[in-house]
């Protein structure tokens, strides 16, 4: 599948909560044909805000928290219940670029609700905390615990 | 049949493509907007029918990456559809597949029918769920 972009949301909301305030935010329309998705995804599209080219959403329930993880093997994503995919083409750069524009929206948006941003679920682009801001991680972070003396004071536990 | 695959992709229809697999990109179906549309049919042999076939490429070699990227690429494929995970960037190692595998099947959690995971080494292993 192609790369995609994810905001991870330490929401209580539902996903259809979500899905709407996303909606209303960036005035966005629901996709046409969601008949291949499962029950709670949601999904959404709209114009990018860069180029010519619809950016798509699908805000769901994050179901790739580890249910059990052993020392070691925690994720920076495990106490984020909501995620929100987001893609726009091939073109990766301007994929990137757009989908931190809606991060940065959101934390402007919702500045009670901790949230990372991520590339292609393995990668930590950012992590914005209550009080405290938005923090850039290095290139190359992982979301994996080899790399958790980065994230760890940047992730809500 | 009439897709294009990005690089990344391209590089992991060339890997199966040695194995003597015949691979075709999919043409996009844009009403969906991508939220299941899985870019390959994979045939292994002339009499194979085929089968819709998700890529992913890994950014972290560890056993929760092989993991996340497993159960995420299942969601794009039908029941019988399968899956190829490409951990040569990474230096995948057989031990952090295998767990990850594992893990799937001891939560019996989103898992295609099979998983194709290349290694670092380029070896590709075969997971098959349930067995």
Redesign the interface.
């Known amino acids: 599948?192609?790369?995609q972009e994810n905001i991870f949301l330490q929401s209580s909301g539902t996903a259809e909560d979500e899905a709407t305030l996303l909606r209303d935010l960036l005035g966005l329309e629901p996709?046409?044909?969601?008949?291949?998705?499962?029950a709670d995804?949601h999904?959404l599209?709209g114009p990018a805000a860069t180029v010519d080219g619809?950016l798509?959403f699908?805000i769901q329930p994050n179901?790739?928290v580890?249910?059990d993880p052993a020392p070691g093997?925690a994720?920076a994503i495990d106490k984020y219940p909501i995620v929100i995919d987001i893609?726009l083409g091939?073109d990766e750069a301007v994929q990137m670029k757009e989908a931190r524009l809606v991060f940065d929206r959101l934390v402007e948006a919702r500045p009670d609700v901790p949230m990372l941003l991520c590339?292609?679920?393995?990668?930590l682009v950012a992590a914005y905390r209550p009080g405290r801001g938005v923090h850039e991680f290095p290139a190359g972070t992982?979301?994996?615990?080899?790399d958790a003396d980065k994230w760890s004071e940047w992730v809500e536990g | 049949m009439d897709g294009k695959f990005?690089e990344?992709e391209r590089a992991i229809a060339d890997r199966l493509h040695e194995e003597g697999w015949r691979v075709d990109a999919r043409r996009q179906d844009d009403?969906?907007?991508?939220?299941?549309?899985?870019?390959s049919m994979v045939r292994k042999d002339p009499a194979d029918e085929g089968l819709i076939t998700?890529?992913?490429t890994?950014?972290?070699g560890?056993?929760?990456?092989v993991n996340?990227?497993i159960?995420?690429?299942s969601?794009?494929v039908p029941e019988d559809g399968e899956v190829v995970i490409d951990g040569r960037n990474v230096n995948l190692t057989k031990e952090n597949a295998d767990k990850a595998w594992a893990d799937l099947e001891r939560?019996d959690d989103?898992r295609a029918a099979k998983a194709h995971v290349i290694l670092g080494n380029g070896e590709i292993v075969t997971y098959v769920r349930g067995d």
């Open positions: 599948m192609a790369d996709i046409p044909d969601s008949s291949g998705a499962d995804e999904g599209r619809v798509g699908v179901d790739l580890s249910q093997e994720q893609w091939r590339h292609d679920l393995d990668l992982t979301i994996d615990a080899p | 990005s990344k009403s969906k907007e991508h939220m299941k549309n899985p870019e998700e890529y992913k890994l950014n972290s560890e056993s929760k990456a996340r990227n159960k995420k690429a969601k794009q939560y989103t």
